[in-house]
């Protein structure tokens, strides 16, 4: 399993942008399914974005489409999060995982499956 750092999280103001990187350490299989989740306190960890590593088809949970964008650096083995129009709704701990799944929608926010980083804090105030 490869093993995941993130960074990039941080205070924001409403309306404004972040960009979480997440590095990781060791082959990332061209079937891997690279995703951020993020867990607000009282929350179900929910899947925000997912990327296939291969053909870098992409996946958005509906409340961050149009804001949110992922992408990958197959050369520096990193996934990107590019978050912008930032929301209150959108603080949380945001994790990096890798999975291998058929359905980028059907990543599992169970962190026992695949590969997860540490989690970063996001926290935008309004």
């Known amino acids: 399993q490869v093993q995941l750092v993130e960074s990039g999280g941080g205070l924001v103001q409403a309306g404004g942008s972040l960009r979480l990187s997440c590095a990781a350490s060791g082959r990332v299989f061209s079937g891997t399914v690279m995703g951020w989740f993020r867990q607000a306190p009282g929350k179900e960890r929910e899947l925000v974005a997912g990327i296939r590593w291969s053909s870098g088809n992409t996946y958005y949970v509906d409340s961050v489409k149009g804001r949110f964008t992922i992408s990958r650096d197959n050369a520096k083995n990193s996934v990107y999060l590019q978050m912008n129009s930032l929301k209150s709704e959108d603080t949380a701990v945001y994790y990096c995982?890798?999975?291998?799944?058929?359905?980028?929608?059907?990543?599992?926010?169970?962190?026992?499956?695949?590969?997860w980083g540490q989690g970063t804090q996001v926290t935008v105030s309004s």
């Open positions: 995982a890798a999975q291998n799944v058929v359905t980028i929608a059907t990543m599992r926010p169970d962190r026992t499956f695949g590969s």
